[in-house]
């Protein structure tokens, strides 16, 4: 017998609202269709109607996990109209942390996926290592979320204290090796819940454009740090993983060795870190132009587009968020599936409802 | 294959700025653009519509090529419709749709362009310059 179950746009899973409309026959999902929109903010609308400076606050705020990379990419976007050069250390800066905040990201969706196995202890433990993540972005920044480090041509903030970082992530990395990725990887309740779950194959991959580490858990071997580096990625080195199952699994390992690789860049980083200003000067506006920037942020390929008329509010920013592409693609994950797996499969994505409304 | 090669398979004059490859095409040759990227395993990226002049739109589809942008653009006059591309690449359904409530673009080829953002039965195009301050 089929029958529809509607799920959402309030869920026992996650904090944001959207709706997943089920089809099941008995407990296997035959189909689903998704709806987003409830926390629609109009975020390009604002931006429009915004200067370059309240640009930068509004735009870290379409997320917030990834609040960094948005401010961030949206100022790549304006350097490069503007043909503005960022000075050495402020690049090393960015770098440092927009991998600060992928490991905030990833820890913050590893212990939500282990608590949505039922796994308290794991959840509790992962939970312990992204607050010490999120002691080291205060200690930088002076906040938990919203960071506010970026400015036209540079960054707001120096690390003053580089060894505190230093130590930080020494003790996240040894603690993820010793310990969380052996678990995640290795323990029985893990592999019961996630391997052969939640399957997009690399062609369903490809056709709905997905990023980031569902796009590399489904054999997709794609980072914009890597094949288009910007900032100074190009002078550090680093591995992608990838892995080629497209289960649920896949993203929990892919996810865990990029947390290690972003530990491994941080500290490149704060190793080759030249003394020098942080900024360009005084920039409040460019000339008129249009550019696209785009990073790769903890969930996947961020892009934005930002048209300016010479004046100090743009014509245009649009705003595509790793999330927006790769949400769709939770219609060819649950398919086939067990219905009591539709939580995991959609946390596996490490959707952002926030990110995709705007 | 290369993202030169691909380029040459489109065909056109590409343009190389900062941030990838552009080529300006008429509105027909969309969806042939989109095919050969398919074919080529170009990943779709966005569609970023705006307004030049009175309700005419310039819209640019863009596509990743293993780290190369490659975008293509074209204008659309007003009550024309776009091609839609959501047939050759399923994730181009939520940024058609998304285009429609942003500057009410009606594509051709599907059947029909729903609400993403928007609510059913509002009225689409809120970032048209002929919607005022209407949020």
């Known amino acids: ?358 | 294959m290369s993202a030169e090669m691909l380029r040459w398979r489109i065909g056109g004059n590409w343009a190389q700025r900062a941030d990838g490859w552009w080529l300006t095409v008429p509105l027909g040759r969309i969806r042939a653009a989109a095919r050969l990227m398919r074919e080529g395993g170009a990943r779709f990226v966005a569609l970023v519509p705006r307004e030049i002049r009175a309700g005419k739109l310039h819209l640019s589809w863009h596509w990743d090529f293993r780290g190369t942008l490659l975008s293509v653009e074209t204008e659309l006059a007003p009550g024309v419709s776009a091609p839609s591309i959501v047939d050759i690449y399923a994730g181009a359904d939520w940024a058609e749709r998304e285009a429609r409530d942003y500057f009410a673009v009606s594509f051709a080829e599907r059947a029909a362009t729903p609400p993403l953002m928007l609510r059913d039965g509002d009225t689409p195009g809120i970032l048209l310059d002929a919607e005022g301050e209407r949020p």
């Open chain 1, 1 to 358: 017998m089929s029958y529809r179950i509607p799920i959402g746009p309030y869920h026992i899973a996650l904090d944001e609202p959207y709706k997943i409309e089920v089809d099941c026959e008995g407990e296997q999902v035959v189909g689903a269709s998704l709806k987003v929109g409830f926390n629609f903010r109009g975020i390009e609308w604002l931006a429009q109607r915004k200067n370059v400076t309240q640009c930068i606050a509004l735009l870290e705020r379409v997320c917030g996990i990834c609040s960094n990379v948005h401010a961030m990419t949206f100022c790549m976007a304006l350097e490069r109209i503007g043909s503005i050069e960022v000075p050495p250390r402020a690049q090393y800066i960015r770098v440092i942390v927009a991998e600060l905040e992928r490991l905030h990201s990833h820890l913050l969706w590893a212990g939500v996926a282990a608590e949505l196995m039922g796994f308290q202890t794991l959840f509790m433990e992962v939970f312990r290592r992204r607050e010490r993540v999120m002691d080291l972005l205060e200690s930088v920044s002076g906040n938990r979320v919203n960071y506010a480090m970026n400015r036209l041509g540079g960054v707001n903030r120096d690390i003053g204290q580089p060894g505190e970082i230093r130590e930080g992530v020494r003790e996240i990395r040894n603690s993820l090796s010793s310990t969380l990725i052996p678990i995640f990887t290795t323990d029985r309740i893990v592999a019961a819940r996630c391997r052969g779950v939640g399957i997009l194959s690399r062609a369903d991959a490809l056709a709905y454009g997905v990023v980031g580490p569902v796009a590399r858990a489904s054999a997709l071997d794609l980072d914009l740090r890597r094949d288009n580096p910007y900032l100074v990625y190009g002078a550090l080195k680093f591995r992608v993983p990838t892995q080629n199952e497209g289960d649920v699994m896949a993203r929990i390992v892919v996810r865990a060795l990029e947390i290690v690789e972003s530990c491994h860049i941080i500290e490149q980083a704060l190793e080759q870190m030249p003394e020098g200003p942080l900024h360009a000067g005084e920039i409040y506006a460019v000339g008129p132009g249009e550019a696209v920037a785009r990073i790769e942020g903890p969930r996947g390929e961020v892009f934005y587009f930002v048209a300016s008329d010479g004046s100090d509010t743009p014509a245009r920013v649009k705003v595509r968020t790793p999330s927006f592409v790769n949400i769709p693609s939770v219609v060819a994950m649950v398919k086939d599936n067990a219905l009591a797996d539709v939580p995991l499969i959609q946390a596996a994505l490490d959707p952002c409802y926030s990110c995709t409304d705007r």
